[in-house]
């Protein structure tokens, strides 16, 4: 994108192993380039891919808002245990790890393609998100959000699917996002 824009294309910028990005997947930056410099590490949070081994991947063609917060696995803390602290994860403390409840991992956190995050969206980890998706600024998503839906609030709930039932299985079974740039022209011309 251009120096004056505050849209910048996300993988060009991404670094970290564990964050994986689709093609024209932007992210609007108030803080212009730096803001994007600095997603991975201000708007990617608690993320230890090599201690939980989880993901955050984004699809392609997704619209993602300043402030956008993605949690990982590293911000859950064991509940079963008689502290929540992370004992093992500081080396002043010798714990034998066999005998602490394992975390509860939740996964990776998928953002599937087409998707539009608004801005200050909050999404918990091992979320996924489909197709289509539109989050509403300021949302918590604390469950997975189904292709085409639009959801709100905290915690976020249904507000409505963006079209029919049978339009959705259409647009999943067409997969746009998979196709060249010259086919996808074509499909936005014929629409």
Known sequence: MSKSSKIYLLKDYITNEGIEVGEYT???????????????????????????????????????AENVKFLMNGAN??????????FAMFSEFKVDKKTLIPEKIKGDTIIENDVWIGYGATIMPGIKIGNGAIIAAKSVITKDV?????????????????????????????KWWDKTLEEIENIIKGQ
Do not use: W
């Open 26 to 64: 932007y992210f609007y930056s108030f803080k212009n380039e730096q803001g994007v410099i600095e997603f991975q590490n201000r708007n990617v949070l608690y993320h230890f891919p090599k201690i939980h081994n989880d993901k955050l991947i984004i699809g392609k063609f997704c619209a993602i």
């Open 146 to 174: 189904e292709p085409y839906s639009i959801v709100g609030g905290n915690p976020a709930k249904l507000i409505r699917m963006r079209f029919e039932e049978e339009k959705i299985k259409e647009l999943q079974k067409l």
């Open 77 to 86: 803390h064991n509940m079963d245990s008689f502290s929540t602290f992370p």
